[in-house]
């Protein structure tokens, strides 16, 4: 197949959305695609974006970094340059059999309408419901009804008017489907992981770990006062170099202060995507301490969560709905109350002070995370998008 994959991100970035966008563009193509990946150029010299990825590049994997535009600088003006490069891309392929694969609801708006004119097929990847996420995460404070609803009949469009929809969970597919109608041609296929070929069993006893964004509505209050009534164990952060870092650090160490918390927590400082996995192996526990807002259990697939249980980290997360899809209740992780820090101290607790039941918790995790590396992601996706193409139907 001949995939065109626009995005609206810059590479490289600390954001975990370029991790999944890169991985999933180099399993297609490793699967037996052609994939013309276009993205925004960050500051960084695109020669080194696979090693800060520590990804080995498809053949077939074609990468269309469009720079900022010298006059006319900002984030619409570069938006508008990555579709220019896509619609160069329709046209000299225009004979070619050609789907669009996009995570971006504007970039599929846009381009749905372009759809009878090169004769090609449009993949949506639907990641959220933006019109109702919005306000709880990305855009508090600029937020308001009319930039909802025009948000809202966008997203209505690419739902109901895209050739197929994947969804990154089944929760955001149900959900999803309360909202808007969708095409006949859709499937559920979750982030994934690199899995290392035997289980890594070499841990720092006690060690906490969280890996991401240090984002407030991520649940980092609740992660950080649970600490209250956990001994004999210490928290690696794992984070950082994001524009509103600084204020987020700013209000965890605020609770550390408030309840002398300083000898149980560690700022470990970002830590490439490509090098992450061999600070993750060292730690015994992984978080994952999300509350139960809208988007943590209908629109999630975390990817730290795959990658706490492929590098042998016993898994503590919220019981969401998200989450359920692949953790079992003392089978292949903890679950605890959301927004408890009592909850998830009492979590921690049972799974650090029972070495049976954690090494039960780590064992069947990586069973479970076997089935949810990049390549079987890449090949899941290929045949869907190969339905597409033939017009049959593998929608699950």
Known sequence: MFIIYPVNTAFPSTRANTIQILQT????????????LIAKLGSADPAAIFDYYGISPASSLHLHFVPAPA?????????????????????RFQRRRK???????????????????????????????????????????????KKEQRIRRREERVFSRSDAIVFISSSLKDFVRKHFAVPQHQTVIHDATNVPPTLPLKKKPGTLCYSGQFYWWKGMSTLIESLRWVDNAVLSLYGGEYSTVHDDVALINKVIEEHSLQQKVEFRGFIPPGKIHDELQECAVGILPLPKNTIANHCNSPLKLFDYMANGLAVVSSD?????????????????????????????????????????????????VKQYSWQQRGTRLSTFLESIERGTDVAQ
């Open 320 to 368: 969401l709905l998200t989450v359920r899809e692949l953790i079992r209740h003392g089978e292949n992780g903890h679950l605890v109350e959301p927004s408890n820090p009592r909850a998830l101290a009492a979590g921690i607790n049972e799974v650090l002070s029972n070495d049976a039941y954690r090494q039960t918790l780590i064992r069947n995790a990586f069973e479970t």
């Open 25 to 36: 563009a180099n399993a297609l193509a490793a699967a037996g695609n052609e994939v013309h």
């Open 99 to 145: 789907i669009i694969f996009t995570r971006d609801p504007l970039f599929a708006d846009i381009l749905l309408k372009l759809r009878t004119l090169f004769r090609f097929k449009l993949a949506y990847e639907a990641h959220t419901l933006f019109f109702i996420t919005a306000r709880e995460t990305y855009m508090p404070i600029a937020w308001n009804a």
């Open 71 to 91: 006059m006319f600088s900002g984030l619409k003006a570069h938006e508008s340059l990555v579709l220019k490069r896509t619609i160069q891309i329709l046209t």
